[in-house]
């Protein structure tokens, strides 16, 4: 199977290139875009060609590459927050050019929402994909002070969560674990602090963040509902800078640095919660050792061996540490390894190396490790992967990109250690082992003025690998929605193939210019996911499990297709969109009725595999100009699963289900020192189980569900809205630099929001049952925060 693969797609290479080769008396100009100010690379950025009427963009590196008849032309360079350039340059034989943009005055920059082009929603191929810079994130309101990634991508259509303090995000109807997290490339398995209240992303390191709804490029492959691509900056390339802050939870602290006389440059970011230590004299007794702190480590480095190869390196360590007596602790470490490589005028290669790792543990006790009685239970995912991606720029009207991507995964399922008596008894699970391969081929072409096309196609490949185990179950005899009978248990040698998957994963798109302000687009992608998160609980916690396909567990498969309008008003001021889409899940996890998924060997007879689909529709209108900007979304939408044995057989919504979602993102700049800013939130309540009846068993009620329901209620509504107001002062430490206070109120009208309701036994008459609503935040949460930068 995979060498007639390898041989389709290099069919299909070779004859795009032949078909696709340029014109005779033609010369390519190419070269790097970056930042003026601080010599990072500029992705997205506009290269348009007057004389021509034709343009590309920048990559992620900040790399370009036209192909034009030789010839006198005027570039123009254009990204919004940065003063246009037009170059005049006359191309007689292939031509490098690198340029420098520079960030229009402090004043207008204030006002600037958007880093890239004007018309970029209505132009490129892109559908269902959202980019929010740096500087809009760091305006919002924020838990706590702090600024935050994931929060402030659950502001965007289409993307939710089943409450406040969750962990993880979803995207129009897909799970936490359906999510692709890379970071500088490499997958974070968790991406959330101290239980979802914070990312795991450092705003002071972070350079880009751009979230794939729809229309995933085949690239991208490995999960079935949404790719979220956050880059690192590289690090100032022209002088040595910090910044930082100090606030109410955690405080910040980043240096970058050229290095090499500008041949390249680094960046290292740490932050550090306090809570532990400002609470530390207020407890007493049993809770006077307790831990609850998290930190986090980001480092990267660049450096620039010659006009035609550079290499950059970036790393990530984080961990949470919580508990008294019996605490949790977990993090995530990833390391990149990427190489760019220009062929020629036309061929660009970056191809990546990357580490990652996420573990989770729990201990009874975090300090005396001589404790006669204790428990300790460890897991982890870890992987390595290599991923060449080539980019061949045919023509202005064409560009290929190709490549794949190799990864090996290494499950620990838990490790477990009880202490009893001082006797140590060692319990546990073997490893689980894995392969995923992929390869991919794609063209993004230009038909004509009105219509552009982006196609290619993906080939997953996946084993499933000893040593280890081969669980064989049997469903004779077994009712729908019960536990399967263990039949067979096989003994693996290492390396020996268990299980092999396989799956073509198509995708396309089109644009269709109506006008020069509009446009309509179409895309459909189909994805397979390989791994799962198994988790039988409200909310998912770090100490879920991951788990391979298997014999037993199928991989997951995603088909998506999605139709959208994209208007842009007031030349460029407001821009608009409505999408609707459809989509289409298939071996959907769930369980059986009190599934075992703690240290259980045989846990692939409680799983249970279903059907999903979700539909909806999203709205979005926003301002990018003026001294008042932001923008406001809804998302229309149902997410709903179907599992043989399960709610009589019928549809049921999802857990993660929500019908309406309101989102208003608000910032007023005003022109002296004063930035104000605001968000709303409203959201339908998410669905729940509840019983219809109770046993009465030696005077305890026992719940139960005659009817087998599943999420045919829903917990109250919830809304939320908070306010920040930034003062901006003259000079930071030692009157250098610049500096800001950050003041931020959540919750402003103290709503107490359902994250779940459940019912249980009074405390004063265990025979009768009481319904209880749980919430995490009920109460207004006021913030100060100071930030730096000299």
Avoid: C
């Amino acid at each position: 199977m995979r060498n007639s693969t390898m041989k389709i797609i290099n069919y299909l290479i070779l004859f795009t290139l032949i078909s696709l080769s340029t014109l005779a008396q033609s010369s390519s100009l190419s070269g790097y875009i970056s930042d003026a100010e601080n010599g990072e690379g500029m992705i997205g950025l506009s290269v348009y060609v007057k004389e021509a009427k034709t343009g590309t963009q920048t990559n992620a590196y900040g790399f370009y590459s036209i192909t034009l008849p030789q010839g006198d032309y005027t570039l123009v360079l254009t990204y919004l927050g940065y003063e246009t350039l037009e170059k005049n340059i006359s191309l007689t034989e292939n031509q490098t050019l690198n340029l420098e943009m520079t960030s229009v005055s402090s004043a207008l920059d204030e006002v600037v929402v958007k880093a890239e082009r004007e018309d970029q929603n209505v132009k490129s191929m892109e559908m269902s994909v959202n980019k929010v810079d740096m500087k809009t994130i760091k305006k919002m309101p924020a838990f706590m002070g702090e600024v935050d990634v994931i929060r402030s991508i659950q502001f965007l259509p289409g993307v939710s969560t089943v409450g406040e303090g969750a962990s993880g995000f979803n995207v129009r109807g897909g799970g936490i674990d359906q999510n692709l997290v890379l970071l500088d490339e490499a997958p974070v398995y968790n991406s959330s602090h101290l239980f979802g209240f914070f990312s795991v992303f450092n705003p002071d390191a972070v350079k880009d963040v751009k979230l794939i709804k729809g229309g995933i490029p085949a690239n991208y492959g490995g999960r079935i509902s949404s790719i979220l691509d956050v880059r690192m900056k590289e690090g100032n390339s022209k002088k040595a800078e910090f910044t930082g802050g100090v606030g109410t939870i955690f405080s910040r602290f980043a240096f970058e640095s050229p290095i090499l006389k500008e041949k390249g440059s680094f960046i290292v970011a740490l932050r550090r919660s306090y809570i532990d230590v400002l609470a530390k004299p207020f407890l007493k007794g049993d809770i006077k050792d307790s831990k609850f702190y998290f930190y986090d480590f980001t480092a990267k480095g660049n450096l620039k061996i010659n006009d035609k190869n550079t290499v950059f390196l970036s790393g990530y360590l984080g961990r949470d540490v919580f508990g008294s007596g019996f605490g949790f602790n977990w993090g995530n470490t990833t390391t990149s390894l990427r190489w760019n490589h220009i062929f020629n005028e036309k061929l660009f290669m970056n191809a990546t190396v990357f580490y990652s790792n996420y573990d989770y543990l729990l201990d009874t006790d975090l300090n005396d490790e001589n404790d006669q009685d204790s428990f300790e239970w460890k897991s982890n995912i870890e992987n390595y992967s290599i991923k060449p991606d080539f980019q061949y720029f045919i023509n202005p009207k064409n560009t290929l990109s190709f490549g794949g991507q190799s990864i090996y995964y290494n499950f620990n399922p838990g490790q477990a250690t009880a202490v009893s008596g001082g006797q140590r008894i060692s319990i546990g699970l073997e490893n689980k082992y894995a392969v995923e391969s992929g390869l991919y081929v794609s063209l993004e072409q230009k038909v004509n003025e009105k219509l552009s096309l982006q196609y290619g196609i993906r080939y997953s490949d996946y084993r499933y690998l000893g040593s280890g185990t081969e669980v064989i179950l049997n469903e004779t005899g077994v009712e729908p929605g019960d536990r399967k009978n263990v039949t067979e248990v096989n003994d693996i040698g290492k390396g020996e193939l268990i299980q092999q998957y396989g799956n073509w994963e198509p995708r396309a798109s089109a644009n269709y210019s109506i006008n020069s302000s509009s446009s309509i687009k179409v895309s459909y992608n189909r994805l397979a996911q390989y791994i799962h998160l198994l988790s039988n609980t409200t909310a998912s916690s770090p100490l879920d499990v991951w788990t391979p396909s298997s014999n037993n567990i199928k991989p997951q498969i995603g088909d998506q297709i999605a139709l959208g309008y994209f208007k842009n008003f007031d030349n460029n001021t407001y821009e608009a969109s409505v999408e609707v889409y459809y989509k289409k899940l298939q071996n959907q996890i769930d369980y059986v009725r009190n599934a075992d998924l703690f240290l259980n060997p045989t846990v692939e007879a409680d799983l249970l595999s279903g059907d999903g689909r979700a539909y909806g529709a999203e709205f979005y209108v926003k301002k990018n100009k003026g001294k008042f900007n932001g923008w406001v979304s809804y998302t229309l939408a149902r997410t709903e699963r179907q599992v043989e044995g399960l709610n009589n057989n019928d549809w049921f919504p999802a857990r993660i289900d929500k019908l309406h979602n309101v989102s208003l993102v608000g910032i007023y700049d005003t022109e002296k020192k004063w930035n104000f800013s605001a968000t709303f939130n409203l959201s339908s309540g998410t669905p729940a189980s509840f019983p219809t009846s109770k046993f009465i068993w030696q005077d305890i009620a026992l719940p139960h569900n005659y009817t087998d329901a599943r999420n045919s209620y829903r917990i109250p509504a919830s809304h939320r809205l908070d306010l920040a107001a930034t003062k901006k002062n003259k000079h930071a430490l030692f009157k250098k630099g610049e500096s800001e206070w950050v003041f931020s109120v959540y919750n402003v009208y103290n709503r107490r929001n359902a994250f779940s309701v459940y019912v249980r036994q009074k405390e004063d008459n265990f025979s009768q049952t009481e319904a209880v609503r749980y919430s995490v935040f009920a109460s207004i949460l006021p913030a100060v925060t100071y930030n730096f930068k000299f």
